[in-house]
């Protein structure tokens, strides 16, 4: 389910830049007025209302077999992915429509990456495999997303900055390093062997 709603959130985000785009450099119609600066609102729909959705996916995945612990729970990843869902999609309404309703947006969306990152964190914490490292520096990478996230629910334009620059290299690069480091040896062993 979180990598459907991320190959939505791909075509949405994508879709909602190019109207962006069209109108401030294309020329085809006066420049949209958003709720927040288009920068950052490309910034929130690209680092956070994008990416998180394959994170997750993949994580509650990949957590218990990792670990040999216990599946995410249904009624874990449902809330949390029904959370970040009608977060995103309130997201687009409250840029269009009202800064309020973008601020309700973000609070649904961080309780949503709230709530997977419990899911997760029950999994790391229940699981006795003696070799947690990948999964410890994902839930780290992750808490600290929720922070930063936070700081786009603030609309502080310094927590904002910090959020966008953190976005890029407290979160995706890590989890980017920490899968690929865990994956790769895993999907290669029997390529090397032979």
Avoid at 40 to 67: E, S, V
Avoid at 102 to 112: D, M, R, S, V
Avoid at 170 to 185: E, T
Wanted: charged share 10%.
């Amino acid at each position: 389910m979180f990598f459907f709603g991320g190959g939505i959130q791909s075509v949405l985000t994508i879709a909602w830049w190019v109207v962006d785009l069209a109108g401030r450099y294309g020329g085809l119609y006066p420049a949209i007025i958003w709720a927040i600066p288009s920068i950052d609102a490309h910034a929130f729909l690209m680092i956070y209302g994008l990416f998180p959705f394959f994170i997750f996916g993949f994580l509650m995945t990949t957590f218990p077999r990792w670990m040999n612990g216990e599946e995410v729970e249904r009624r874990a990843y449902v809330p949390a992915f029904v959370l970040l869902a009608s977060g995103a999609l309130l997201f687009y309404v409250g840029l269009v429509f009202s800064a309020v309703v973008l601020k309700i947006a973000l609070i649904l969306f961080l309780a949503g990456w709230g709530m997977g990152l419990y899911a997760l964190l029950r999994v790391y914490l229940r699981a006795k495999h003696p070799d947690k490292r990948h999964a410890a520096i994902t839930s780290v990478v992750l808490g600290f997303g929720w922070i930063l996230l936070a700081g786009f629910v603030s609309n502080e334009a310094h927590l904002v900055a910090i959020a966008k620059v953190g976005g890029i290299w407290l979160i995706l690069l890590p989890v980017f390093f920490a899968v690929s480091h865990r994956m790769i040896p895993f999907f290669s062993a029997n390529a090397i062997a032979n």
